[in-house]
């Protein structure tokens, strides 16, 4: 059996209880070496047989999981943050598909989820976005024209940005033509959740100039939004004016 696991968004003990008794449990980790923090292999048991996938291709993760299934091991896949972002795990699911291997999913803690804790942000304020926009700017990567930065800055939600801060002269200027005023709040998130996080608050007029100057190129989560400004309006959830299905209004 192949279980997928979510590694959460850095700090160690922001696993899932699930995730860290089946990497307890394994006999084979196969583990995102150049994401996951390395600290989470203590979960793992002694003699537990571990591969860095940093060093490897798809069909050399699936040869591992394939010896191992033919020795009657339990193997887990150990992913940065949640799996279904970024994670490259379709591929590998037709590939498992493919062979006849069964596999199952353990969601984990993604980083947008670890920066906005780091930020005591609520990216979702009454009055400001109610829509979370998660993308990444084209690079060696492209991404569709109907999903460029430019045209997803027209809605002018919330924007948490993955694999974009060695991109961010041309980011800065997307985000602009797209809407977002130069003085709408930003940050970066380095290595959120990490021992060693960093959080640099901007603008987006200030966006460039703000991670070049301190060095960022990776492992940082770029946030655009007046979620992190100071107007909002109040949320209906706990107005005692407001009647919710579990108590009625107040005079």
């Known amino acids: 059996m192949v279980h997928f696991v979510g590694a959460g968004s850095g700090a160690a003990d922001l696993i899932t209880v699930r995730g860290a008794r089946l990497l307890s449990e394994a006999d084979v980790v196969i583990w995102a070496g150049s994401l996951v923090n390395p600290e989470l292999l203590s979960y793992c ?8 996938s940093a060093r490897l291709t798809l069909e050399e993760v699936v040869d591992i999981i394939k010896n191992a299934e033919a020795a009657g091991k339990t193997t ?6 949640d799996s279904s972002i970024y994670g490259a795990v379709r591929e590998q ?3 498992l598909d493919a062979l006849g291997i069964g596999y199952d999913v353990t969601p984990g803690v993604s980083s947008f989820c670890g920066a906005a804790a780091s930020l005591k942000a ?8 109610q829509t ?9 990567t492209p ?3 109907r999903e460029s930065i430019r045209s997803l800055a027209k809605h002018g939600a919330t ?3 993955f694999l974009s801060t060695s991109l961010t002269e041309k980011l800065q200027a997307e985000l602009i033509a797209g809407g977002y005023a130069e003085e709408t ?10 021992p060693d996080e960093r959080i640099l608050r901007c603008t987006v007029g200030t966006l460039h100039k703000t991670v070049t100057e301190n060095g960022l190129t990776k492992t940082s989560l770029i946030i655009v939004g007046g979620c992190m400004g100071g107007e909002y309006l109040r949320s209906f959830l706990y107005h005692p004016g407001f009647t919710t299905e579990f108590r009625k209004a107040k005079e």
């Open 45 to 52: 048991k002694p003699d537990c047989e571990r591969f860095d």
């Open 76 to 81: 887990v896949r150990l992913h940065t943050g």
């Open 93 to 95: 699911f037709d590939a």
């Open 122 to 129: 609520e990216y979702t304020l009454p009055g400001v976005s």
């Open 132 to 140: 979370v926009i998660i993308s990444r700017a084209a690079g060696k």
């Open 143 to 145: 991404v569709p024209e």
């Open 159 to 161: 924007m948490v940005l």
């Open 185 to 194: 709040p930003a940050a970066v998130v380095y290595k959120a959740t990490w």
